[in-house]
């Protein structure tokens, strides 16, 4: 049974900074392309970071410079550090496979809230 489940998120002023964490089980999350998706209200869910298993990075340019995304493998986790987090960052953080062909179940997410 898959199961992602993202932590780390809160309340932050413009300027700060978070770091979020997805713990994922049921996958074999070492051979898997891990990203951070988020999805403002009345947004469509967007991919925001992505990370292979090797390690290579895609950003998406809204938040390219600001966020880096990493992974654990010993440990089925992947990070997003978030830093000059804007208004615009706020959303509901949500990791998952990338791309997500088969419907891997997504977690609950994790509010990010950025005040200007």
């Known amino acids: 049974q898959v199961q992602l489940v993202e932590s780390g998120g809160g309340l932050v002023q413009a300027g700060g900074s978070l770091r979020l964490s997805c713990a994922a089980s049921?996958?074999?999350?070492?051979?898997?392309?891990m990203g951070w998706y988020r999805q403002a209200p009345g947004k469509q869910r967007e991919l925001v970071a992505s990370?292979?298993?090797?390690?290579?990075?895609i950003y998406a340019d809204s938040v390219k410079g600001r966020f880096t995304i990493s992974r654990d493998n010993a440990k089925n986790t992947v990070y997003l550090q978030m830093n000059s987090l804007k208004p615009e960052d706020t959303a509901v953080y949500y990791c998952?496979?990338?791309?997500?062909?088969?419907?891997?179940?997504w977690g609950q997410g994790t509010q990010v809230t950025v005040s200007s």
């Open positions: 990370i292979r298993s090797g390690g290579t990075t």
């Open positions: 049921g996958i074999i999350f070492s051979i898997n392309r």
């Open positions: 998952n496979v990338v791309p997500n062909t088969w419907n891997t179940p």
